[in-house]
């Protein structure tokens, strides 16, 4: 009989400890990272295109996993057409003519890769670098918050078709595929006059939708580019990219939730880049007001910068913040990790600060770590009101000051990491804002 009850007891105990470790940041009994994520892209030999893709693509397609296929240039799915692209296979954004896949408004991916087989997007150049091919495009006519709802991609595609590149409507329900199981490498292309692509790119994308298991790796722009659109996302990586991890912009509806994005102070672009840059506008004349406006529901996120020497970094200014929160914007994170950030969070200075403004921006259960600073207004260097608001026991976050080692179950394996919270070893700390200039 004693025998049964410790084992039982040794049962409870170590589901107690499962479920501790589950509580914040992403979540899973086991790490959904393996075995379909690659942290060391370049070492893999993708072999050789044995297809070209080119031009528009007018006719029902399937992509097929015995052969590899180049993106030459830029190319469209149009005339609602359906992509599809089987498990495993894999496609080479040409180097020399910057390749881009567009799928136009009214037509659909099905990109439906398995965790052991997941779908690739990757570089033509046998030594990858960011930035070596354009990137994908999916455009819906779910609504934006522009006038008129409806807009087009200004990135310099060349397309002989009218109307590939328009998107918005006013169909937040509507369905552009599934992408699942799905890597993106070395995107991010830079244009004279546009700036860089994203690897991802969603506008006006509705909820019908499928987005999940994406993972975004060395990108020279945005990972994650989300315009206006209604849209749930789940299980995402951004992995050192230069650009923001994810971008929510032009009156977008998002639920993000089990997600990663993971920052190193040593690969970065020309501009501060965050890990979520959550925005309403670009030009707020450009605006109309009666529409939805930016609203962005964050679970289980992990927000992470690696650095060999944090406090160096943050004095050599190579560390920023993790969120970047603009005005107009209705934003909630819940049950996530934010750590090594200079600060956590910072607020626009055309926020003002009041009940009714604060009462739009939640932090709620959420572990702030090694961040210097945790919740600060743009430009003002007094935020105590922020940092007593938010570090009142009403919203349960934690502060603590831990190493990556004792922060997370395995960050530091290079191959396969574990971002998951080890919350059985971490100390809290009541200091709100670490002073120590040491």
Not at 132 to 141: A, C, M, N, Q, R
Not at 227 to 233: A, E, F, Q, Y
Not at 325 to 344: K, M, Q
Request: proline share 3%; net charge negative.
């Amino acid at each position: 009989m004693k025998k049964t009850t410790f084992i039982a007891l040794i049962a409870l105990l170590v589901c107690g400890n499962m479920f501790a470790q589950q509580e914040k940041g992403i979540i899973g009994y086991n790490n959904w990272l393996n075995p379909w994520t690659e942290f060391k892209p370049n070492k893999v030999d993708y072999g050789k295109p044995t297809q070209i893709l080119s031009g528009h693509i007018t006719k029902n397609t399937k992509l097929l996993k015995r052969d590899i296929y180049l993106l030459l240039g830029d190319v469209f799915v149009t005339d609602s057409t359906t992509l599809t692209i089987e498990p495993g296979t894999i496609i080479i954004g040409d180097f020399k003519t910057k390749g881009s896949l567009v799928i136009s408004n009214g037509s659909k991916i099905i990109a439906e890769g398995t965790s052991t087989d997941p779908i690739i997007f990757t570089s033509s150049r046998s030594v990858k670098k960011p930035g070596d091919w354009g990137g994908l495009f999916i455009l819906g006519d779910a609504p934006t918050n522009t006038f008129g709802s409806e807009a087009a991609l200004n990135y310099g595609l060349k397309s002989s078709v009218t109307n590939t590149l328009s998107y918005g409507g006013k169909n937040p329900d509507s369905n552009s595929g599934i992408l699942k199981y799905v890597r993106i490498e070395f995107a991010g292309k830079r244009t004279k006059d546009y700036g860089y692509f994203n690897a991802l790119t969603l506008a006006a994308v509705g909820q019908e939708t499928i987005v999940e298991n994406i993972m975004v790796s060395y990108c020279e722009g945005n990972s994650f580019n989300i315009i206006g659109g209604k849209l749930i996302l789940d299980q995402m990586v951004s992995y050192k990219s230069s650009g923001n991890d994810y971008e929510f912009n032009h009156g977008t509806q998002v639920w993000i939730s089990n997600s990663l994005a993971i920052r190193s102070p040593y690969v970065s672009g020309a501009e501060i880049s965050r890990c979520l840059y959550v925005s309403d506008y670009d030009l707020k004349d450009d605006t109309d007001f009666d529409s939805e406006q930016t609203f962005v529901t964050a679970t289980n996120l992990t927000l992470i910068n690696l650095s060999s020497d944090l406090k160096n970094d943050i004095k050599l200014g190579l560390v920023s913040e993790a969120i970047y929160i603009g005005e107009d914007v209705s934003f909630s994170i819940d049950t996530s990790v934010i750590s090594g950030f200079n600060p956590a969070v910072i607020l626009d200075d055309k926020i003002t600060i009041d009940n009714e403004s604060l009462s739009q921006m939640k932090f709620t259960r959420t572990y702030f770590n090694n961040c210097k600073g945790n919740i600060f207004r743009k430009g003002f260097s007094n935020n105590d009101d922020l940092e007593n608001w938010y570090g009142s026991r009403s919203f349960d976050n934690v502060y603590s000051k831990g190493p990556d080692s004792e922060t997370f179950i395995d960050a530091n394996d290079n191959s396969r990491p574990d971002f998951r919270l080890r919350i059985n070893r971490i100390i809290a700390s009541n200091d709100l804002i670490d002073d120590d200039e040491d």
